[in-house]
RNA sequence: GGAGAGAUGGCCGAGUUGGUCGAAGGCGCACGCCUGGAAAGUGUGUAAACGUCACAAGCGUUUCAUGGGUUCGAAUCCCAUUCUCUCCGCCA
């Protein structure tokens, strides 16, 4: 969530700048500022309060010493007093607090100064773009359709045994996964990444602390015996370690990878685009966590961007690089770029990975700070981004290779298969 | 799942007949002295949040797993919850 100071400082600006994520904040900014004066009014008579009573509870203690209980028998009723006061008055501090907070959760993060103005993701801006589009007339295969030639994902299989969107993987389809995910770790880990295989449920508090709770609550699959969330993203373990956590100003960049398995319920998404690989309920993702010093991570944030761009090159995948608009970025991020594979068969782009800056809106929700020069506390900015997404991958890897002869896989990755065709 | 023990500051660890306890001591860390330089030695400092305020100092409030209760006053007493450890059961 964004930082309170800064909303009583910068007012107009944050409106501004919200305007650009087509969030109109006039009237819930003026909220937040009146309730943020009622809290601080309300704290202020609470601790009057309490200190009088704090020493109140002194003297009576010393006169109980020296033998005075009549005269301490006197501030007692004072005390009686004063507690009752307090109690009114911290519930209406809490209350007031409670709904501050509420508010302030609603409020998205604000978007850098380059993102572009826009609606939807027909505003994107393009930035970037490689690799030879497979010309037009070529009759290419759909993936879903390859994966049955050559029997390697079936996800008739994973309707029987658990229902739509839990394909099965077999053979050599199954030996891509895990090669993939190999070839995806072994490129983070050789950029410094340190690899984190985390768990794959969350409580509630890491599911608050990345955002995903409470209004992504529909997102998640949910073991409600033990109140526990199956990950959409190993983002979401992955930061939580540092969940309340205070780095020295050395420890920059912190530089996480971690491949996970993603469960995302994708309630409400039926229909359009979801055939074969393209969305699916479970797979499996290889994720990068960056934390970094506020004044370097969009530095960052480029360099995540590199990164991923050269593991697309490695896969010889035509790819493009977006720059999301403002209606088009999650509410959380400041700076988001979409990355996009092209589809030879389904002649479209597929998103493949998602980079973006936090900067301290994840952090101030999370408590993630670092002690700068002067030794003072301050908010760390988080990034992350996926490097990479395999199911899209591996629908633009079957379908832009196919031959007569069969898939071709492309070299960096043979290495990993131990073959260089599905046939 | 059953029985028992326990949860204190970055770490270890005192404190549990309730009263200057945000909390002894040690380690670690930071800075200084010592040294040709370092180690050793030595001195000082070393939690966070919120409020007041200049995002200074100072002051006030809160925090000894979490939430509630008893009391003028609780790390210390009571209740609930969570977690950890030991033993038993089950088990990849």
Redesign the pocket.
């Known amino acids: 969530m964004l930082q ?2 800064y909303i009583r400082e910068n007012t107009q600006e944050v409106i501004d700048r919200l305007a650009v994520k087509n969030f109109k904040a006039v009237d819930i900014i003026a909220n937040v500022l009146n309730l ?1 004066t009622q ?2 009014d309300a ?2 008579l ?3 309060n ?2 009088e ?6 003297e ?2 010393m006169l ?2 020296s033998g005075k209980q009549a005269e ?1 028998n006197v ?2 009723e004072r ?2 007093e004063l ?1 009752n006061q307090a109690k009114d008055l911290s519930e209406k501090h809490d209350q007031i607090e409670t709904e501050l907070n509420l508010l302030l959760v609603q409020i998205p993060n604000l978007p850098h100064s380059s993102v572009p103005l826009g609606k939807s993701a027909e505003h994107n801006q393009n930035i970037h773009q490689e690799g030879t589009i497979p010309a037009e007339g070529s009759k290419p295969i759909p993936h879903w359709d390859l994966c049955a030639k050559y029997n390697i994902i079936d996800f008739e299989l994973g309707n029987k045994i658990t229902g739509a969107g839990f394909p099965v993987y077999k053979g050599k389809g199954a030996r891509l996964q895990r090669a993939l995910i190999n070839f995806f770790l072994d490129n983070a880990t050789s950029q410094g990444y340190l690899e984190i295989q985390p768990p794959l449920m969350v409580n509630e508090a890491s599911g608050y602390g990345t955002g995903q709770l409470p209004d992504k609550e529909g997102q998640m699959y949910h073991a409600t015996v033990d109140n526990l969330y199956l990950i959409p993203t190993a983002e979401v373990p992955v930061t939580n370690i540092y969940r309340d956590v ?1 780095l020295n100003e050395k420890d920059f960049p912190v530089k996480n990878t971690a491949y996970s398995a993603c469960f995302r319920r994708e309630a409400g998404s039926y229909g359009k685009d979801v055939r074969g690989l393209n969305r699916l309920h479970q797979f499996d993702k290889v994720e990068i966590v960056q934390i970094q010093h506020p004044d370097k991570s969009y530095e960052t944030l480029e360099e995540m961007k590199e990164y991923v761009a050269s593991i697309l090159r490695k896969l010889e995948l035509p790819f493009r690089i977006l720059r999301l608009c403002g209606g088009d970025m999650s509410f959380t991020s400041a700076l988001t770029y979409d990355f996009e594979v092209y589809s030879a068969a389904q002649k479209m782009w597929l998103e493949v990975s998602s980079v973006s800056n936090f900067e301290s809106y994840q952090a101030n929700r999370m ?1 993630l ?1 670092f ?1 700068d020069k002067e ?3 301050k908010l760390a900015h988080t990034l992350n981004g996926s490097a990479l997404a395999l199911p899209r991958i591996v629908a633009a890897l079957l379908e832009n290779n196919q031959t007569e002869d069969g898939i071709v896989i492309p070299q960096a990755l043979v290495a990993y298969t131990g073959f260089n065709i599905i046939d």
Do not use: M, P, V
């Not at 009573?53 to 002194?58: P, R, T």
């Open positions: 309170l100071n943020d809290r601080r704290q202020k609470l601790d009057a309490l200190a009573a704090n020493n109140l509870a002194k009576i203690g109980f010493k301490a501030l007692k005390t009686a507690k205070i408590k700070r002690k030794g003072k506390t």
